[in-house]
């Protein structure tokens, strides 16, 4: 009934080929970014902001560059941990090396030097497929770990090897990192980047680089007949991927938490990226936010749960029932739609056209 | 009822009830709000456990028999991290407005939660006490002014070890020439004591070896084999963490190094870390910040208080001589003083997180207030200011015995003077760094 496109004509290619080609859905992606950047700020607790919003936003850019290399072109990787660290220390670096550059410039450098790291350990891609590159995207991910733990240099020789944000403005008094940033410019700062990457992303797949992802995912033999070249295609995906997760990184190290130590980026770190895009939905832009979701929120939610209900149980207890809900949560909903939260989605849209008279 | 609308059902369950997750938890006005971040669960949970146990039951011992501090009752929340640091940083941000005045202090309990937290405390106004562990240029309170790391740092146990090998060899002049190595856990726990290790080498002439071993530290055998073979070393230091200092200790008595020339920091000499280790384990030193056993003044009461009233927080009255048990009661004692002594300056009243930094700038914890504790022996005073919030740092040696830890030791001094320089030279680098004006102590 409402969501009909019934009436709704495209005069013009432009028109047709439009990200969001029926009229309710441009509403309500309008709605949803007024919500993200206007009521989320103005009604939400700081808790809510920093705790939960933030984590989700960042996590959700890192799955956001995994699924393009994993959902779109095909390329199973279990890297993302170490390309994040990349990016942290690689923004570190830029920051204390060049105090005078802005944080956007800083943020965008760290992506730019991760995507460089991601085409190096992208090139084995070429020869080894599906499992076996995972277990060679692995050895990414310790090798980039034991790097930073093991020079000093990448540290700026700190005893520990933590790295600390210094504190940077985007313009003016608008701190975004360091002790004076309040929560709703960090907030905003991190959607206003992943807003920005997620749109550039869905466009990149529906462009040629996107379409010969996909056709080298699907099947590559016969991506090369049609002549796509699978250096450049796998290696653009593996550079993209490793952009994208970088600045995830930069954000989570400057904007998150403030400091970090290269631990913050270990393999769990990468399963746990995996099974946002996992659950989410291979190979869709809104499975990366709906998988983040998922893994962020719902955790905190269980063990927040007991205590809103006014149930009195020892937080030992309330950590062990979290763990067992969380899995079995995990397991109903890959075995009730295994192509992940964004495949129910995409059900609900096709019901709602029905709505309320299905057939 | 079809599985679709199973799904619905739960989906807008869950919608509905994540909306209410901000809703707060009415606490009463007139008590003092602690905030405990525990890890009762996940990998280090047998070290964790008693920590907590310990903390709650000084907590509950103070409400027992005082009714509180000052005649304020104390409200204590526990929140599980599962020594994980993002949902370290979750349970912080949870509790650090719960109750009248929200959160007094956060003992984070852990090295990762505790560099999360560095910024946080600083906007909060919330002190950070990290006894034994963090950062140990935090003993600099100009640049740190939130940051308070009594009674022990890394880097004073690594000046200590040293100390106490010294003393053993019969000087230290006789250290020259002498082989010391450090097994350590690579990461930023383990790497803190490398730098005072270095420059003690250089100043003594000891020949000064390290061994990182990964996360977790269940495979050792390549390190100590050329520890135990080629090296052979005449001391080794440990700073291990969880499995992997029982590992080392295996490792240790299969080439055969002798077990009295093996030290670890305080984190390897939990009792959890000694029993999986069984026989191997006798003879193995390490340092510790607290006294050991239960037989003190404070455990009496502990026991008549909570355990004969069937009210303790461990499994069993025999529980609560542990090290980390022991630890717990400290960091308890710590906040706990320095609550009453924000009271008696700004009143009998819930205390905000600002006073008690004030109070912890000037905290005093004397040999007399010890004794009428009942912890004399069992902690060493403590004597803070605005410039120094360490304290003297100093640690005893400990030795397994097969059973319990054993006090081989008197309570050992660190070189202040160099290690106080290091301090104030590191936080002067990160003062650099996140542009902090060093505030004045007058």
């Not at chain 2, 006894?131 to 600099?140: F, I, Q, V």
């Given at each position: 009934?409402?969501?009909?496109?019934a009436?709704?004509?495209?005069?013009?290619?432009?028109e047709?080929?439009?990200?969001?080609?029926?009229r309710?859905?441009?509403?309500?992606m309008?709605?949803l970014?007024?919500?993200?950047?206007?009521?989320?700020?103005?009604?939400?607790?700081?808790?809510?902001?920093?705790?939960?919003?933030?984590p989700?936003?960042?996590?959700?850019?890192?799955?956001?560059?995994?699924n393009?290399?994993?959902?779109?072109?095909?390329?199973?990787?279990?890297?993302?941990g170490?390309?994040?660290?990349?990016?942290?220390?690689?923004?570190?670096k830029l920051?204390?090396?060049?105090?005078e550059l802005?944080?956007v410039?800083?943020i965008?450098?760290?992506?730019?030097?991760?995507?460089?790291v991601?085409?190096?350990?992208?090139?084995?891609?070429?020869?080894?497929?599906?499992?076996?590159l995972a277990v060679?995207?692995l050895?990414s991910q310790?090798?980039?770990?034991?790097?930073f733990?093991?020079?000093?240099?990448f540290?700026?020789?700190?005893s520990?090897?933590v790295?600390?944000a210094p504190?940077?403005?985007?313009?003016?008094?608008?701190?975004?990192?360091?002790?004076?940033a309040?929560?709703?410019?960090?907030?905003l700062?991190?959607?206003?980047?992943?807003?920005?990457?997620?749109?550039?992303?869905?466009?990149?797949?529906r462009?040629n680089?996107g379409?010969?992802?996909?056709?080298?995912?699907?099947?590559?033999?016969?991506?090369?007949?049609?002549?796509?070249?699978?250096?450049?295609t796998?290696l653009?995906?593996?550079?993209?991927?490793?952009?994208?997760?970088?600045?995830?990184?930069?954000?989570?190290?400057f904007?998150h938490?403030?400091?970090v130590?290269p631990?913050a980026?270990d393999?769990?770190?990468s399963?746990?990226?995996?099974f946002?895009v996992?659950?989410?939905?291979?190979?869709?832009i809104m499975?990366?936010?709906?998988?983040?979701?998922?893994?962020?929120?719902l955790p905190?939610?269980?063990?927040?749960a007991?205590?809103l209900f006014?149930?009195?149980?020892?937080?030992?207890?309330i950590?062990?029932?979290?763990?067992?809900?969380?899995?079995?949560?995990?397991?109903?909903?890959l075995?009730?739609?295994?192509?992940?939260?964004?495949?129910?989605?995409?059900?609900a849209k096709?019901?709602?056209?029905?709505?309320?008279?299905?057939? | 009822?079809n599985?679709?609308?199973?799904?619905?059902?739960?989906?807008?369950?869950?919608?509905?009830?994540g909306?209410?997750a901000?809703a707060?938890?009415?606490?009463a006005?007139?008590s003092?709000?602690?905030?405990?971040?525990?890890?009762r669960?996940g990998?280090y949970?047998?070290?964790?456990?008693?920590w907590?146990?310990g903390?709650?039951?000084?907590?509950n011992?103070?409400n027992a028999r005082?009714?509180?501090?000052n005649?304020v009752?104390?409200?204590l929340?526990?929140?599980?991290?599962?020594?994980?640091t993002?949902?370290?940083?979750?349970?912080?941000?949870?509790?650090?407005?719960n109750?009248?005045?929200?959160?007094?202090?956060?003992?984070?309990?852990?090295?990762?939660?505790?560099?999360a937290?560095?910024?946080?405390?600083?906007?909060?106004?919330?002190?950070?006490?990290t006894?034994?562990?963090?950062?140990?240029?935090?003993?600099?309170g100009?640049i740190?002014?939130?940051v308070?790391v009594?009674p022990?740092?890394y880097?004073?146990?690594?000046?200590?070890?040293?100390?106490?090998?010294?003393?053993?060899e019969g000087?230290?002049?006789k250290?020259?020439g002498?082989?010391?190595?450090?097994?350590?856990?690579?990461?930023?726990?383990?790497k803190?004591p490398?730098?005072?290790?270095e420059a003690l080498?250089k100043?003594?002439?000891?020949?000064?070896?390290?061994?990182p071993?990964p996360?977790p530290?269940?495979?050792?055998k390549?390190?100590?084999?050329?520890?135990?073979r080629?090296?052979?070393p005449?001391?080794?230091?440990?700073?291990?963490?969880g499995?992997m200092?029982a590992?080392a200790?295996?490792e240790?008595?299969?080439v055969?190094f002798?077990r009295?020339?093996f030290?670890?920091?305080?984190?390897?000499?939990n009792?959890?870390?000694?029993?999986?280790?069984?026989?191997?384990?006798?003879?193995?030193k390490?340092?510790?910040?607290?006294?050991?056993?239960?037989?003190?003044?404070?455990?009496?009461?502990?026991?008549?208080?909570?355990?004969a009233?069937?009210?303790?927080?461990?499994k069993?009255?025999?529980?609560?001589?542990?090290?980390?048990y022991?630890r717990?009661?400290?960091?308890?004692?710590?906040l706990t003083?320095?609550?009453q002594?924000?009271?008696?300056?700004?009143?009998?009243k819930?205390?905000?997180g600002e006073?008690v930094?004030w109070?912890?700038?000037?905290?005093?914890?004397?040999?007399?207030?010890?004794?009428e504790?009942g912890?004399?022996?069992?902690?060493?005073?403590?004597?803070?200011?605005?410039?120094?919030?360490?304290?003297?740092?100093?640690?005893?040696?400990?030795?397994?015995?097969?059973?319990?830890?054993?006090?081989?030791?008197d309570w050992?001094?660190?070189?202040?003077?160099?290690?106080r320089?290091?301090?104030?030279?590191?936080?002067?680098?990160?003062?650099?760094?996140?542009g902090?004006?060093?505030?004045?102590?007058?």
């Open positions: 009934m409402i969501y009909r496109e009436g709704e004509f495209k005069a013009s290619y432009r047709d080929q439009a990200i969001l080609p029926i309710q859905d441009r509403w309500f309008w709605g970014m007024a919500v993200a950047f206007l009521l989320i700020p103005a009604i939400s607790s700081q808790y809510w902001l920093s705790t939960i919003m933030l989700f936003l960042i996590l959700a850019l890192a799955a956001l560059g995994l393009v290399l994993t959902g779109y072109a095909g390329q199973l990787s279990l890297g993302t170490g390309f994040m660290a990349t990016g942290a220390f690689a923004a570190y920051a204390t090396m060049f105090p802005h944080i410039v800083v965008l450098l760290a992506g730019l030097i991760t995507a460089g991601g085409i190096i350990f992208g090139i084995p891609s070429l020869r080894i497929k599906g499992f076996y060679a995207t050895a310790f090798f980039l770990i034991w790097m733990n093991k020079f000093g240099w540290t700026n020789y700190s520990s090897g790295i600390s504190p940077m403005t985007v313009f003016g008094d608008f701190f975004v990192t360091g002790p004076h309040t929560a709703v410019a960090k907030y700062f991190a959607l206003s980047l992943v807003v920005f990457f997620a749109i550039m992303t869905k466009n990149l797949v462009s680089i379409r010969e992802w996909m056709a080298v995912r699907d099947m590559d033999i016969a991506a090369e007949i049609i002549g796509i070249k699978m250096l450049p796998k653009k995906a593996f550079a993209y991927s490793s952009f994208l997760c970088g600045i995830a990184g930069a954000l989570w190290a904007v938490t403030g400091s130590e631990l980026f393999v769990n770190r399963f746990q990226i995996l946002m996992i659950i989410g939905g291979l190979g869709s499975g990366a936010f709906l998988g983040s979701a998922f893994i962020v929120l905190i939610f269980l063990s927040n007991p205590h006014g149930i009195n149980i020892a937080v030992d207890l950590s062990h029932i979290e763990f067992m809900v969380f899995g079995a949560l995990i397991l109903f909903f075995i009730v739609e295994p192509h992940g939260l964004a495949r129910l989605w995409q059900i096709e019901k709602l056209r029905l709505w309320p008279f299905p057939y | 009822m599985i679709t609308r199973v799904k619905t059902t739960i989906i807008a369950a869950a919608v509905i009830a909306s209410l901000g707060a938890t009415a606490f006005a007139d003092q709000f602690i905030g405990s971040l525990v890890y669960t990998p949970a047998p070290g964790g456990i008693p907590a146990d903390f709650a039951d000084y907590i011992l103070l005082d009714g509180g501090i005649g009752k104390l409200d929340e526990e929140c599980d991290t599962a020594y994980n993002d949902k370290g940083v979750e349970c912080y941000e949870r509790l650090k407005n109750g009248a005045t929200g959160m007094p202090a956060v003992m984070p309990l852990s090295t990762g939660i505790t560099y937290l560095l910024d946080r405390v600083v906007a909060d106004k919330i002190p950070l006490i006894s034994g562990y963090g950062r140990a240029d935090a003993a600099d100009r740190f002014p939130y308070f009594p022990a740092t880097w004073g146990g690594a000046d200590i070890a040293i100390n106490y090998i010294s003393a053993q000087g230290y002049g250290l020259k002498k082989k010391i190595a450090l097994v350590y856990h690579d990461s930023a726990y383990g803190e490398i730098k005072t290790l080498a100043q003594h002439g000891f020949k000064f070896s390290k061994f071993v996360h530290g269940l495979e050792q390549a390190t100590w084999l050329k520890i135990g080629q090296l052979r005449d001391y080794v230091l440990m700073w291990g963490w499995v200092n590992t200790i295996k240790a008595a299969a055969g002798p009295d020339k030290i670890g920091v305080w984190w390897s000499g009792d959890a870390d000694m029993i999986p280790a069984g026989k191997a384990a006798t003879g193995y390490s340092l510790q910040f607290n006294g050991v056993g239960s037989d003190f003044g404070v455990h009496k009461q502990i026991k008549k208080e909570l355990y009233k069937g009210k303790g927080s461990a069993s009255a025999e529980n609560t001589g542990e090290v980390a022991n717990g009661l400290q960091s308890a004692l710590i003083e320095a609550l002594a924000a009271m008696n300056h700004y009143g009998n819930p205390v905000t006073q930094a109070a912890l700038d000037r905290l005093s914890i004397t040999e007399d207030r010890l004794k504790i912890a004399d022996g069992l902690f060493d005073p403590i004597e803070l200011s605005c410039v120094d919030h360490l304290g003297k740092g100093r640690a005893k040696v400990t030795q397994w015995d097969g059973k319990q830890w054993k006090t081989i030791s050992i001094s660190p070189n202040s003077e160099m290690l320089a290091m301090y104030e030279a590191s936080a002067a680098q990160y003062a650099k760094e996140k902090i004006t060093p505030r004045p102590c007058g």
